[in-house]
């Protein structure tokens, strides 16, 4: 049977050519073997009629923003069709009429517009979605459609976006009971000044005399926010934003990013998932196909942390000089001896890209167990703060009533 196709070659030059195949599937894979990206194929002759036909779908449209999940879908969905032989419009066709969100449909649309109609290559069809897709997923993709190999490049993206999600839930779902606590302590202790202190303050005030430091700080405090609530609810908000903002500049992001390595037991768990992020994100870019040097400016810019981005960004300069990539990564001091070993150990057996995902795992095991005992650790430790506020506070409300009665008692 003869194919009329369009594809992109490795120069990123499109061309239209006529094939014979058997099928569909064939044609596909004696153009991958071209290291061609098919964007097209019709059924005979130049101008023949179209042999892929639309098929109907039960589609879940829903409504929300476009998360990572279904990225991670869109990714593992488009493999498979390329994998099985569909042309990448059709492909992206199929894929924008099932997705989950409208507005990912909406960015699916035109990045099938501009593949289809643009002519532009895959990846500069999704550069345009920076915030959608990240310069990693981008890069591996380009990586892909120069090497003819786009659906391991997307497999390869889909299980890096998982593993690296599954970090994020795991830091997320620890952070959950101490919040949880920290907001109940906040609370009661909130409603104990503006309800239960007044009517103390009252009963106290016919008794006249001297009210212990303790009760009198509650009470300050209890009149403070009752009679100024607006002026420390503007405070509140003021401070916020102004963290906010300070955090989101470059110099207070770096302040932030340092110290959180140094505190005590966070600093290694946040060091230990900068070096996860890092190192699978290096390996997962090598092994796609991605040059050392491109890969290094990508890792530096997705790892969360501006120390360890600068590092990165040091050791990438002096990988351009000509070093190896194990000496700059050392002299940072940001990774630890056995990391930089065992890429001194991929770089020598011609394996980096192993070495560097077997330290990802390494350290995402290492996370998981901080996280378990830091969780564990935690638990005991809030209860106890949380008796030690509504404790101390109780106390301080009944403190005066115990002195008055070994008065009256004496």
């Known amino acids: 049977m003869i194919y009329t196709f369009t594809a992109r070659d490795e120069s990123g030059k499109i ?4 094939l014979e195949a058997k099928d569909t599937r064939e044609l596909m894979d004696k153009l991958r073997q071209r290291k061609m990206t098919v964007t097209k194929v019709v059924e005979g002759g130049k101008g023949g009629s179209s042999a892929q036909t639309k098929k109907g779908f039960n589609f879940l449209v829903g409504k929300g923003k476009i998360k990572t999940d279904n990225i991670i879908v869109f990714s593992r969905q488009l493999a498979t069709m390329i994998d099985s032989g569909l042309p990448l419009v059709h492909s992206l066709d199929i894929l924008q009429r099932q997705a989950a969100s409208p ?6 649309l035109k990045i099938k517009e501009d593949v289809e109609i643009g002519g532009q290559p895959l990846s500069t069809a999704l550069g345009k979605h920076s915030n959608v897709f990240s310069g990693l997923f981008v890069n591996m993709v380009k990586a ?3 090497s003819g190999t786009l659906d ?3 497999t390869q993206l889909a299980g890096y976006m998982e593993s690296s999600g599954s970090i994020v839930r795991k830091v997320k779902s620890a952070a959950t009971y101490p919040v949880m606590i920290g907001g109940m302590a906040g609370a009661i202790g909130l409603a104990l000044l503006i309800f239960i202190v007044p009517m103390f303050a009252g009963i106290y005030k016919d008794f006249g005399g001297d009210l212990p430091v303790i009760t009198k700080l ?3 405090a209890s009149d403070f926010i009752r009679k100024d609530f607006i002026i420390l609810i503007g405070g509140f908000i003021g401070i916020a934003v102004g963290g906010w903002r300070f955090y989101k500049s470059d110099k207070g992001k770096t302040i932030v990013d340092k110290l959180s390595l140094k505190l ?5 768990i946040v060091r230990k998932i900068a070096i996860s992020k890092v190192t699978r994100t290096l390996g997962t870019l090598i092994q796609s196909g991605v040059s050392i040097l491109d890969a290094l400016i990508i890792v530096g ?6 120390v360890i981005e600068k590092a990165i960004d040091t050791a990438q300069s002096r990988v351009r000089q000509g070093e190896s990539i194990t000496k700059p990564l050392a002299d940072t001091g940001v990774f630890p001896p056995m990391v930089t070993e065992m890429i001194s150990v991929g770089e020598e057996t011609g394996e980096l890209e192993k070495m560097l995902t077997k330290v990802a795992d390494f350290y995402d095991q290492e996370v998981d167990a901080a996280i378990s005992s830091l969780t564990s650790t935690l638990e005991p430790v809030m209860m106890l703060g949380l008796g030690v506020i509504v404790g101390g ?6 403190l005066p009533i115990f002195k008055l009665s070994s008065v009256v008692g004496g």
């Open 15 to 18: 061309i239209t050519d006529v």
């Open 103 to 108: 507005a990912f449909q909406e960015v699916i």
């Open 144 to 146: 892909g459609e120069m």
């Open 152 to 154: 391991n490049a997307l």
């Open 218 to 220: 509650m009470v300050i």
């Open 264 to 268: 005590p037991i966070v600093g290694p």
């Open 301 to 306: 810019k997705t790892s969360g942390n501006k």
């Open 393 to 398: 506070m109780v106390i301080g409300l009944y």
